[in-house]
């Protein structure tokens, strides 16, 4: 369960990482959510460098959410869902804006989950929420534990429930993981974040 000092805690935003099996867990997460959702929502899901728009098409069709490619020197702001672009990792900088980085692959992987966890739970802290979904690599794993150092909220989704187990498995093994549960339950608590605002 949730440390209860998580519970009322007011978050500023989400980081969500996935891999293999990712495009159904983010529809779970993202279908429910309302249209006016307070918290942004920042996504390093890994695809190959060709696939540049249909990631976003696909849970633009089951999200009320605005679903976008995050730009450079782009603003966060609430109310949208940013994903990574194929082939650049995606930092977050102090000043609440994304920057772009075409550096070399961490964990063989472009964009990095690591990367943005690191750099979200520098900016955020304690009012981070980070996720970790289905995929079979271990990316991820020590962002997350960074952001749950940085007092930040971390979930991961229960491995028995993923489509591909590795990379929950790897973060729940790092002791990064606050609350492990299934995609359904971590849709709700997104939801009830909204209602208690």
């Known amino acids: 369960m949730i440390p209860f000092s998580y519970i009322d805690r007011a978050f500023q935003i989400?980081?969500?990482g996935s891999s293999a099996g990712g495009l159904h867990a983010l529809s779970v997460?993202?279908?429910k959510l309302p249209s006016d959702y307070l918290l942004p929502i920042i996504v390093v899901q890994h695809r190959s460098k060709d696939q540049r728009e249909l990631l976003e098409e696909v849970l633009q069709s089951k999200c009320r959410l605005f679903v976008k490619q995050a730009d450079e020197k782009e603003s966060i702001y609430a109310g949208y869902v940013y994903i990574a672009p194929p082939d650049y990792h995606l930092l977050v900088e102090q000043n609440k804006t994304f920057s772009l980085t075409s550096d070399k692959h961490v964990k063989y992987s472009r964009p990095s989950?690591?990367?943005l966890f690191e750099t979200a739970a520098d900016v955020?802290?304690?009012?981070?929420?980070?996720?970790i979904l289905?995929?079979?690599n271990n990316?991820?794993?020590e962002g997350l534990l960074h952001v749950k150092n940085r007092g930040g909220l971390t979930i991961v989704q229960d491995p028995v429930t993923a489509e591909f187990p590795f990379m929950p498995d790897a973060a729940i093994r790092l002791d990064a993981?606050?609350?492990i549960t299934s995609l359904e339950e971590i849709a709700t608590y997104l939801y009830t974040i909204n209602e208690r605002k």
Do not use: C, Q
Not at 124 to 131: M, V
């Open 134 to 136: 289905t995929g079979a």
């Open 113 to 115: 989950i690591d990367l």
């Open 14 to 16: 989400v980081v969500i």
């Open 139 to 141: 990316d991820g794993s």
């Open 124 to 131: 955020y802290n304690e009012k981070l929420i980070g996720i």
């Open 29 to 31: 997460l993202l279908e």
């Open 177 to 179: 993981a606050h609350w």
